[in-house]
């Protein structure tokens, strides 16, 4: 093997690490974003719940009460 064909293997293989490099670094971006959107949603679910159980405890409601037919 010459030493440009060894060159031209070398530029290939960088090509293709730099094309995974960037595909990766995507991946990672979209999966943040997905994560930070799950967080927002789960904050916002706690939050909703917490809501629940205050307006439950100002009526008075119990809230794990066994329904009347058992």
């Known amino acids: 093997m010459t030493t440009e064909e060894r060159l031209i293997d ?11 490099l960037d595909t990766l670094n995507t991946l990672v971006y979209r999966q943040q974003e997905k994560i930070t959107e799950l967080e927002a949603l789960c904050l916002a679910l706690a939050t909703r719940m917490r809501e629940l159980a205050v307006t439950a405890n100002q009526r008075g409601a119990v809230v794990d009460e066994r329904p009347p037919h058992y």
């Not at 070398?10 to 995974?20: A, F, G, S, V, W």
């Open 10 to 20: 070398l530029e290939i293989k960088i090509t293709r690490q730099d094309d995974l």
